[in-house]
């Protein structure tokens, strides 16, 4: 799975890097070492506008955690992080998003945790215990990746205070296969990206053959990742800032 990434770069760069033509400058978002399900992140996706007919691509934050457009609570989406490739187009949760709404998340890179056993020495102690190590998969050359995502939108079925409807959210999700290369070391699962190459194909919301836009799916990098372990101050949520990505004994925390 993917459930936790790294989101350092400025809307600036990130809408010129994915040529996106319409952003708000005010809706922006703090750097992150420490993305978590919930929280909001960047994506790009195209939308055809409502008066011109006209297809733009936009960067705008979204809530990590799709929420289904029958969904009841906005609590589902803590639950669908993520999607695996291998049933995205036959998942109520996911089929009518997969056909129609496609989106870039733009990351540095992603964790994934691997559990390490107690030394011998220490498991001879009745306190021993495994421990989770994080470690940071990123492209080689340092390069933004663009996972794969969906994104939906759902309606509040609270109505506001003053009477009128309830609000309107977008959420996304990422799009898993089985991890192979650095990352298969680390964690049975991984997320998918798009090539460069392919973004227009991916976000092109009249492109519609679930056939073709598997074929779209690769690995991030195209495979060339590096996986380093990091420190374990990843584990716990509440700790940001670029000091996570130090060596395993140089961070501060402990899961």
Same mark, same amino acid.
Request: charge should be neutral.
């Given at each position: 799975?993917?459930g936790r990434f790294?989101s350092?770069?400025?809307?600036q ?5 994915f ?7 005010d809706r ?7 993305v978590?399900?919930?929280d909001?992140?960047?994506s790009?996706?195209?939308?055809v506008?409502?008066g011109?007919?006209?297809i ?7 809530r990590w955690?799709?929420?289904?457009s029958w969904a009841?609570?906005?609590h589902t989406?803590?639950?669908m ?6 049933t995205v187009a036959e998942?109520?949760?996911f089929r009518r998003a ?5 989106c ?5 890179g992603f964790y994934?945790?691997?559990?390490v056993a107690a030394?011998?020495?220490?498991a ?8 989770k190590q994080?470690y ?6 340092g390069?933004v ?7 939906e ?7 506001e205070?003053?009477g009128?409807?309830?609000?309107w959210?977008?959420t996304?999700?990422?799009?898993t296969t089985e991890a192979?290369d650095a990352?298969g070391r680390?964690?049975?699962r991984?997320? !998918?990206a798009v $090539? #460069? %190459?392919d973004w ?6 009249a492109?519609q053959?679930t056939?073709e836009? &598997?074929? !779209?799916l690769? $690995? #991030? %990098?195209?495979?060339h990742?590096d996986?380093?372990?990091v ?6 949520v &509440?700790n940001?800032?670029p000091h ?9 925390g402990?899961?």
């Open positions: 799975m993917c790294v350092t770069r400025s809307p760069e990130l809408a010129s890097v040529d996106a033509t319409r952003w708000d400058p922006g978002l703090d750097p992150s070492w420490n978590a399900p919930t909001e992140v960047w790009v996706l195209e939308r506008e409502r011109t007919g006209e733009t691509r936009q960067l705008r934050p979204l955690g799709l929420v289904p009841k609570s906005l989406g803590a639950k992080i993520n999607a695996r490739v291998e998942k109520p949760a997969f056909v129609k709404r496609r870039l998340l733009p990351a540095d994934e945790w691997q559990t030394s011998k020495s220490v001879a102690t009745k306190s021993a215990k495994a421990r994080p940071f998969i990123s492209p080689e050359d390069q990746m663009a996972l794969a995502g969906l994104y939108f759902w309606r509040d079925p609270v109505a205070d003053d009128s409807p309830g609000a959210w977008v996304c999700t990422i799009i192979t990352a680390v964690h049975p991984m997320p !998918l $090539a #460069p %190459a227009g194909a991916w976000l092109d919301p492109h053959d056939g836009l &598997r074929a !779209l690769a $690995a #991030p %990098a195209a495979g990742l996986a380093r372990a420190s374990t101050a990843v584990n716990d &509440r940001n800032g996570l990505l130090a060596g395993p004994d140089d961070g501060t402990d899961a």
